[in-house]
């Protein structure tokens, strides 16, 4: 049976003593690359206010149906997959690519990912994707299907 004082011996071994980790104070805080993290995660807070913007149409279009009559790649047919597919692509995926940047280094002790750079390009790509997505569904080119509504040389590139 050990005592408290063995208890508390192995607590110091493992974590240090209470003087040790207040001297640790001034020393310099561990910095993590996250500039794909950031990329990724203001990307898709910008594509969800787009993205709402559309919803904000799709509202008006709702109350008001002649609102946009003469504007047709404002139309409800239109603007309506732009709405799903935003909330799906840029918004969701990008907000949970950004949370695994940020968290998985963290969780497992490495300060750096493999590729800071390829994860920021990738990000780049998937806006640049998602950009032509919309100007594609907006120009009344899609694949007529829910949820797979983006034109299939874009499929292939996602």
């Given at each position: 049976?050990?005592?408290?004082?063995?208890?508390?011996?192995?607590?110091?071994?493992?974590?240090?003593?209470?003087?040790?980790?207040?001297?640790?104070?001034?020393?310099?805080?561990?910095?993590?690359?996250?500039?794909?993290?950031?990329?990724?995660?203001?990307?898709?807070?910008?594509?969800?206010?787009?993205?709402?913007?559309?919803?904000?149409?799709?509202?008006?279009?709702?109350?008001?149906?002649?609102?946009?009559?003469?504007?047709?790649?404002?139309?409800?047919?239109?603007?309506?997959?732009?709405?799903?597919?935003?909330?799906?692509?840029?918004?969701?995926?990008?907000?949970?690519?950004g949370a695994l940047f940020y968290m998985?280094?963290?969780?497992?002790?490495?300060?750096?990912?493999w590729s800071e750079q390829l994860a920021?390009?990738?990000?780049?790509?998937?806006?640049?994707?998602?950009?032509?997505?919309?100007?594609?569904?907006?120009?009344?080119?899609?694949?007529?299907?829910?949820?797979?509504?983006?034109?299939?040389?874009?499929?292939?590139?996602?």
């Amino acid at each position: 049976m050990t005592t408290s004082s063995q208890h508390w011996h192995r607590l110091i071994q493992r974590f240090g003593s209470p003087r040790e980790r207040t001297s640790t104070v001034g020393q310099a805080i561990q910095r993590y690359e996250d500039r794909a993290t950031r990329l990724w995660l203001y990307s898709s807070i910008i594509w969800l206010t787009i993205v709402d913007l559309f919803g904000l149409i799709l509202a008006l279009e709702l109350i008001s149906p002649n609102l946009f009559a003469g504007i047709p790649w404002l139309l409800f047919s239109r603007v309506r997959p732009l709405h799903v597919n935003g909330v799906i692509f840029p918004w969701l995926s990008m907000m949970y690519w950004g949370a695994l940047f940020y968290m998985i280094p963290r969780l497992t002790g490495r300060r750096k990912m493999w590729s800071e750079q390829l994860a920021i390009w990738t990000g780049w790509g998937f806006n640049i994707w998602f950009l032509l997505g919309i100007i594609t569904i907006m120009a009344g080119m899609t694949q007529g299907r829910e949820y797979a509504e983006f034109i299939w040389p874009l499929d292939i590139v996602l």
